[in-house]
Every structure is written in C-alpha cells, then in structure tokens.
C-alpha cells in the first residue's frame, strides 16, 4: 500500500464515499468538514445502479433499502397534454438487466446512511466545523498523506490544483420542492420517475418514501442570483418560473401552488481543467466536474469517483496513483456531459423539434430504451 492516510475536504457523498472507500483498503483518513453540523441541501435524490452497487459493496445500501423506493418505470411525458412519450423499465427489471436497484430517496437519507458507516469505521475520523489550513496540507503532504478536495462546485482545494475548472452560471435554473402524496393523486404516479418535457423548461418528479411525498425539481432557463443553495425565491423569481411554465397543463401547474417550501437554485458547472496536481492533491465529485442534472448522476459520478480513486490510491504511489485516475475519469465524465448536454436540447425542445422528438421516443420500444441506459447504469467500477 502506497499511502496510508488521506485529508477529505468537504462531508458531503463524494467525500463520505471516500473515506468508506478507502478504508475498505485499509488507508485511515479524516474528513474536514467547515459546517458545525451535516444538514440536507436539496430534496430528493436518484441512486441509479451503477452508484447503488458501489454502495452495496460499502456497506451502505442494506440502510437504504428499507426506506427507499425502487419506481417500476423512468417515463417521459408530454408537459402539455399529459400524454406518454416513453417509458424505461425499472424497478424488477433494473436489478435483472443492471444487476443492482435503481431507488428514489430523500438526499438526508443517504447523507445519514454514510455518516453511520464513516462513523462506525474506525479508519474514518469526522470533523465538523473544522477548515484544514495551509500548515495542514504540507504536513499531510510531507507524511506522504493525498489531499482531496470534496468541497463541491465552489471548491477552494482547486486553488492547490493549477489550471483547475472553476465555476460558471449555466444559464439554467432549479426550483426545487415537494408536493403532499395526497395533493398529488390523481396526477403524478408513485410507481413512476417523471419526467415531463416542455419548450425550454422541464420538470421532474418522483416520490420520497420517507415523507410520503413528490420530489418536484423545475428547471427553466434564467438569470443567476445568490450562490447559495437553500434561497428563497422571490415573488420576481417565482413569476420567472411561472412564465417559463406558462403553456404547460394546469393540471401541472397545480402543483406549483400546493408546493411546501420552494428553493431557488441557479444551477453553476464546473469547467474544464485538471482534477490533481501530480504530486498530492486531487479534485473528485462536483469540484472536479459539476454538471448538469438532465442525466441525473451527479452524486453517481461523485460516488464512481469516490470509490475508483481508493482503489488507485491503494495499489500505486499517489503521485502515480492522481493522473491514473484523472485519465481514467475524464472520457467517462465528459461522455456524460455530452449526454446531459443532448438531454437538456431534447427535454427542451420547441417547435418542429418537438414534434419529430415526440415521434422519434413513441417509436422505441421500451427494452431500446433501456439498451441506451447500459453504458451508464452496467458500468461497474474498478477494484
């Protein structure tokens, strides 16, 4: 084993992940967390089988389970008729083809299932509201220790990583909220992730067991505001939703007024650039590669990347180990990008484009469908 302790960034899945990762390889690390306490950001979450089968082999996924649900079905739905576009199936048929579930949750469930697992490791040591310093990496570094940076799509541990991504606004914006099982009958469908298509605006929506309630996730183009995560909209920006909403169904639309709290969301990337130094520092999850959600996997990626960099790390001296991984990483990544990148112009189609859209999904059978998921959902991560 070349290294035998790692510094985390940032508590969130990707570095959660890491430390369980590493630790099934016998490297101790501990994880650097600024806030005083893990809280939820967000709502809901997708764990689709090419994460859940990492999480299997963590130790994770038996704490999920229990409380997650597996949707029968992945459809594609018109946002202004309400008719069916499309459908995967999931659920039975995502563990026979994939070999692992595809689940709905809420993103507080997964978040407290990896904490009991880093906390009863004894190779994981947690601080919160603690910022590792400057003096901090260079001891790290000098012990022969790996720094990575987990702190998400405004990570400060790309400063130590020259020509890192940075950030930018998308131009896209999430608004994110959940609806009551019972206000929701009769027109979303609990055995189903939805996804309803309009022009330039999406909207998708599935249940959380937890809370006998809808993730709903809106997503239209905007302006950027605030950074922040968890702000409000304001009356202006809720018109801005309603207005990119405007043709939609009423039944849909519905939904917006019955919503509990709603969170306004500007939706930021990550760039290009290097994701390691060369020598003890590497960049994995949203610091590395923020993306949009239009594939749903951006916690996938954070746990692919989570768990493959552990098993670098453990057979190769890091600073052989770092650009193993970030050239292993990138074709992956980028690939989904590119898949995002086609579902944000299909999910968002207008006129002519709509229609040939719509003709093109009634088309395929469901199991072709499915056939275009297994690069995805099939991928299984090296040991």
């Not at 990707?14 to 099934?24: Q, S």
């Not at 979450?45 to 038996?62: H, W």
């Not at 008719?83 to 048929?93: D, Y």
Request: glycine share 8%.
């Amino acid at each position: 084993m070349s290294v035998e302790h790692a510094a985390i960034i940032g508590a969130g899945v990707a570095g959660l992940t890491a430390a369980l990762a590493l630790a099934r390889h016998g490297i101790r690390s501990e994880i650097f967390e600024q806030a005083p306490e893990l809280t939820e950001v967000g709502a809901g979450l997708q764990i689709s089988p090419n994460a859940s089968r990492i999480l299997d082999k963590l130790g994770v996924l038996d704490l999920l389970t229990p409380i997650w649900l597996e949707p029968n079905n992945i459809r594609l739905i018109s946002g202004t008729t309400l008719h069916e576009l499309a459908a995967v199936p999931s659920g039975p048929a995502a563990r026979a083809r994939w070999e692992a579930p595809y689940g709905v949750l809420h993103r507080t469930s997964l978040q407290g299932a990896l904490l009991t697992a880093v906390k009863d490791n004894p190779l994981c040591t947690l601080h919160l509201g603690s910022r590792i310093e400057s003096g901090d990496i260079a001891a790290i570094a000098r012990a022969g220790g790996v720094i990575i940076g987990a702190d998400g799509v405004w990570s400060k541990t790309r400063d130590l990583v020259a020509d890192s991504p940075s950030s930018r606004f998308s131009g896209n914006i999430a608004y994110r909220f959940t609806v009551s099982a019972a206000d929701a009958r009769g027109v979303l469908n609990r055995e189903s992730v939805s996804a309803f298509l309009g022009p330039s605006a999406h909207l998708v929506a599935y249940p959380l067991r937890e809370t006998d309630s809808f993730n709903m996730v809106a997503i239209t183009t905007g302006h950027a505001a605030t950074r922040e995560w968890l702000a409000q909209p304001t009356q202006a920006q809720r018109q801005q939703l309603l207005a990119g909403f405007s043709r939609w169904n009423p039944a849909l639309l519905s939904l917006f007024d019955k919503s509990g709290e709603m969170t306004f969301w500007p939706l930021y990337e990550a760039t290009r650039g290097k994701w390691q130094n060369g020598r003890d520092t590497v960049l994995i999850g949203d610091a590395a590669h923020a993306m949009m959600p239009f594939a749903a996997q951006g916690a996938a990626m954070a746990i692919e990347d989570a768990y493959e960099l552990a098993s670098f790390l453990a057979k190769r001296p890091v600073s052989e180990a770092l650009p193993l991984f970030e050239a292993h990483r990138v074709p992956r990544v980028n690939r989904l990008r590119q898949r995002g990148a086609f579902n944000q112009f299909v999910y968002h189609a207008r006129g002519p484009f709509r229609i040939g859209r719509d003709i093109v999904l009634s088309l395929k059978p469901p199991q072709s469908l499915a056939a275009d998921l297994d690069w995805i959902y099939a991928y299984r991560a090296i040991d």
